[in-house]
């Protein structure tokens, strides 16, 4: 089991009301599954996925990573299981503007203390993953938006997290270069990433294996879809 | 992360964003090089006038009847004692064992002319011989006064640059005659330029023999005595052996003060001390205001920096990065950029106070504990006014962060 929350719980206290963003939700996924993660906005997928990808703590109920509860860890603590278990694809790429392709690349490794020529390789080697070899030194302006994309994916790879987490990763693409992102996903499946896609559109979700609906906090319920039918 | 990518990160930003680096090391520069200029002027004149005051040098010291006036009550007070004369001196000279020399000195100030060139207010000393090899004086031409004029009281002259600029611009002032309040003395030695000191020309000055002097002007006047040691070790035994055989000649009662005051340059010096002390001090940490304002400038800087960059500290915590990390990055910068001002800062203070002291009498000399300072202080106005923005962008929620348009 990769990851186990039981009954989370997120309440934000807005001074006089309190905002219940998940009231209780568990969920468990297994190593190398593809997961989706919908609902439509308001429905708490995404402070789900902040719980999910460590970038918050549960305001009650239990998570564990890979054999880590991380529920109560500090910020330091959570920075370290971010770079080690979690590989961000975010909607808006989120890339270092004035860096290049590559610098973007080995940025977690930098984090994690990999010596520069071993970062240089393994960076140089997600690029190529994902099919940028020849735009390493490229910077985010200078590369087309799916291209963005790969770099942003290759990031997320490149330290062989246990999980790469995608939020709405198509949704600042066309429909072709999102086809393209969504071929790339499939493909990292097959080599046996976990991956868990968080979207609000049912074409995208619908490469998944399993999804999980959320609605007013609260997971509304899961479905598994079968191979051939993710397939096209 | 090591501090070596740190560094990389700092100078990469620092790159990127180079107007906003530059209008920063301004700051830091004008502050640096206000304190650089500044407290090498200062030195540079503590110098100087330590080397002036040394002139008297270390084994020498003198009797006055006057001692450093600093108030009207102390000059009330010292001139109603009695005056040094010439037989003081010449008791000093006999009785002292640990002196090795004794010499007496007065002055006046007077008219000196030559034919129809005149000079006034002339610093006129009567001296005995012994007192040219005690101040600093150096002869340029002819001879010192000696014994032998001092024995036969000869109107002879031993004069300064100035009488010579002034009463002889094209002529050899040796041997020509110039009449002192209207008494005609010889020219035999000119003395080499000294300069001026404390806005006092030191050249416009002329020796006689203490003898001639005071036939001439009088045996009124208090004699200075000039004592010199054999060595720095018996500076203070003999200054008590010259304070007691002058107490006793002056009849001072066995508690009271010493009727007379003994002078050296360390007293000269203190007095110096005491003067400029305070107006330094204020003098530098007025300088080091513009040193603060460059520091509120990084910090200023730096803030709009983590503002501007909360996309990227947001990405960067995302990634990986621990609060260190971030801190790290932001101090690194500060630090970099007071370090890169400072060292410019420092270049630019240390030529301003060389222009100044080429093209105005202010003297400069550049300390090298004054360099050290200055890269010390700026890298610590870099860090300190870095702490606060470095520390709220390690603070950053990464959700929040990454949400920042």
């Not at chain 1, 703590?57 to 959570?78: A, I, K, W």
């Not at chain 2, 020498?60 to 003081?88: H, M, N, P, Q, Y």
């Not at chain 2, 002032?173 to 035999?188: N, V």
Request: hydrophobic share 45%.
């Amino acid at each position: 089991m990769l990851i186990a929350t039981r009954d989370l719980w997120k309440t934000y206290d807005m001074g006089a009301e309190k905002i219940h963003a998940l009231r209780g939700v568990t969920v468990s996924v297994e190593k190398g599954e593809y997961l989706a993660i919908m609902g439509p906005s308001g429905s708490g997928k995404s402070t789900l996925m902040n719980l999910i990808g460590c970038l918050d703590t549960p305001s009650q109920g239990e998570y564990v990573l890979n054999g880590t509860n991380v529920s109560s860890l500090d910020d330091d603590e959570l920075a370290r299981i971010r770079n080690k278990e979690i590989g961000f694809v975010f909607q808006t790429f989120n890339l270092l503007p004035r860096a290049t392709a590559l610098h973007n690349v080995e940025l977690p490794l930098i984090y994690n203390g990999t010596p520069p020529s071993e970062r240089r390789r393994l960076a140089e080697q997600a690029l190529g993953t994902v099919g940028l070899s020849d735009r390493m030194t490229h910077k985010p302006n200078e590369l087309s938006g799916g291209q963005r994309q790969r770099v942003a994916i290759a990031r997320a790879l490149v330290n062989r997290p246990s999980l790469i987490l995608a939020d709405e990763p198509t949704g600042n693409l066309d429909t072709a270069t999102g086809q393209d992102i969504m071929t790339l996903f499939d493909d990292l499946h097959q080599q046996g990433n976990t991956i868990i896609l968080v979207t609000h559109e049912a074409d995208v979700a619908s490469f998944a294996n399993r999804v999980i609906h959320v609605r007013d906090g609260q997971v509304e319920r899961e479905e598994t879809i079968a191979r051939e039918t993710a397939r096209r | 992360m090591q501090w070596f990518e740190s560094v990389l990160v700092a100078l990469g930003s620092l790159r990127a964003n180079k107007l906003r680096s530059i209008l920063t090391l301004v700051g830091v520069i004008i502050g640096v090089t206000t304190v650089i200029a500044v407290v090498s002027v200062i030195s540079g004149m503590n110098r100087y006038v330590a080397s002036t005051i040394n002139q008297l040098g270390a084994t020498t010291f003198f009797v006055t009847k006057w001692g450093i006036i600093t108030s009207e009550e102390a000059w009330l007070a010292a001139r109603d004692r009695k005056s040094f004369k010439a037989l003081d001196m010449e008791a000093v000279r006999e009785q002292c064992e640990s002196c090795r020399r004794v010499g007496g000195s007065v002055e006046t100030y007077r008219k000196v002319q030559y034919e129809d060139r005149s000079l006034a207010d002339v610093n006129i000393n009567g001296i005995t011989p012994e007192v040219l090899q005690m101040v600093d004086t150096r002869l340029q031409e002819g001879r010192l006064l000696n014994e032998s004029d001092e024995e036969h009281h000869r109107r002879v002259a031993y004069v300064g640059m100035e009488l010579k600029k002034q009463l002889f611009p094209t002529l050899d002032p040796i041997g020509r005659e110039i009449k002192i309040a209207g008494t005609a003395y010889t020219i035999i030695g000119l003395a080499e330029e000294k300069g001026s000191f404390l806005g006092n020309n030191m050249d416009n000055v002329v020796y006689l023999p203490m003898s001639t002097f005071e036939r001439q002007f009088g045996r009124h006047r208090s004699v200075d005595i000039f004592v010199q040691v054999a060595d720095v070790q018996v500076m203070s035994s003999t200054q008590d052996e010259v304070r007691a055989i002058l107490r006793a000649r002056r009849h001072d009662k066995f508690k009271a003060d010493d009727s007379f005051s003994i002078l050296t340059s360390e007293t000269f010096m203190n007095l110096y001390r005491s003067i400029t002390g305070t107006a330094f001090v204020a003098m530098v940490g007025i300088a080091s205001i513009s040193l603060l304002v460059g520091g509120i400038v990084i910090m200023n800087i730096m803030m709009v920096s983590v503002t501007e960059r909360t996309r990227e500290i947001g990405i960067r915590k995302a990634i990986g990065a621990r609060r260190f990390n971030i801190m790290l990055q932001f101090l690194i910068e500060a630090v970099t950029v007071s370090v890169v001002g400072g060292i410019v800062g420092i270049v630019l203070g240390g030529s301003a106070a060389k222009i100044l002291s080429m093209t105005t009498p202010l003297p400069a000399s550049i300390e090298w504990w004054s360099v050290a300072a200055g890269l010390i202080v700026s890298s610590g106005v870099g860090l300190i006014s870095g702490v606060w923005p470095a520390m709220k962008a390690a603070r950053l929620d990464p959700i929040e962060a990454l949400r920042y348009e």
